[in-house]
């Protein structure tokens, strides 16, 4: 069995679509890049995308001794991400921005970390998703045995919640909508905004967009077509 194979077999269904999508994103075009996964928790995404796109991948959370595998780690405050600027290629997050106490401060240090012309992705929830929904208001309370969700996580989401997870500051499912993200990401400078999956996977917002450069038309370099050809490709599926 290889470690591939062990990998698939260790996260079940729903971790593993994501995987799947999160590596169909990237393409083939991300060897040896460097890649930054902010509120990574285990690990598990950063490891498997070193080992199937063969990237040089690092993970950072707030909350240490939660790693499960030997993946670069670093404990570090995501509103004080402890790198050079334009350090990364890629920068990623997944149900981090919907936690985060200060999301603001966090998008503006990923946005600095972020290389000209950079990837950076996102993964959340969808707030007009009725799928998601019914699972925040109908099942999250069963599940929390009533500390969580329910219809007064509507009027709470947006409130800072000081323990919880091993006493951090964090958010309770604060989701946004895709105009929300949108309009964000425009402010802060981000192009090429993009929804890929938007049609099959409703309940959960998959967000690419690029850090710009100004002198891109300068820079651009004909063996880029690949990459540029797979990213009109996907998005257009």
């Known amino acids: 069995m290889t470690s591939l194979q062990r990998i698939k077999i260790c996260f079940p269904g729903s971790t593993r679509r994501h995987f799947d999508r999160v590596t169909q994103l990237l393409g083939t075009c991300v060897e040896r890049k460097l890649l930054l996964d902010v509120g990574t928790g285990t690990g598990g ?6 080992r199937r796109l063969h ?4 993970g950072v959370d ?3 001794g939660i790693r499960t595998n030997h993946t670069p780690f670093v404990v570090a405050d995501s509103s004080y991400l402890p790198f050079r600027s334009s350090s ?9 921005f919907s936690h985060s106490h200060d999301f603001l401060r966090s998008l503006s240090e990923q946005r600095r970390v972020l290389k000209e012309e950079g990837l950076f992705i996102v993964s ?3 707030l007009l ?3 998601t929904l019914f699972d925040l208001i109908v099942l999250y309370p069963l599940r929390s045995r009533g500390k969580r969700g329910g219809l007064r996580w509507l009027f709470r989401k947006r409130k800072e919640i000081k323990n919880y997870l091993k006493g951090t ?6 989701i946004k909508t895709r105009f929300w993200w949108t309009q964000l990401l425009e402010r802060y400078g981000f192009t090429g905004i993009r929804f890929p999956f938007r049609i099959s996977y409703v309940a959960k917002l998959y967000i690419s967009a690029r850090k710009p450069n ?7 370099h004909p063996s880029e077509t690949a990459c540029k050809n797979h990213d009109d490709n996907l998005h257009k599926n």
Do not use: R, T, W
């Open 45 to 50: 995404l950063p490891d498997f995308l070193s």
């Open 55 to 58: 990237c040089n991948a690092l």
């Open 62 to 64: 707030i909350v240490s």
């Open 88 to 96: 990364f290629d890629i920068v990623m997050s997944h149900e981090f």
């Open 124 to 126: 959340d929830g969808n």
């Open 129 to 131: 998703s009725p799928v």
């Open 169 to 174: 500051p964090q958010k309770d499912e604060d």
């Open 214 to 220: 100004p002198f891109a038309k300068l820079l651009y």
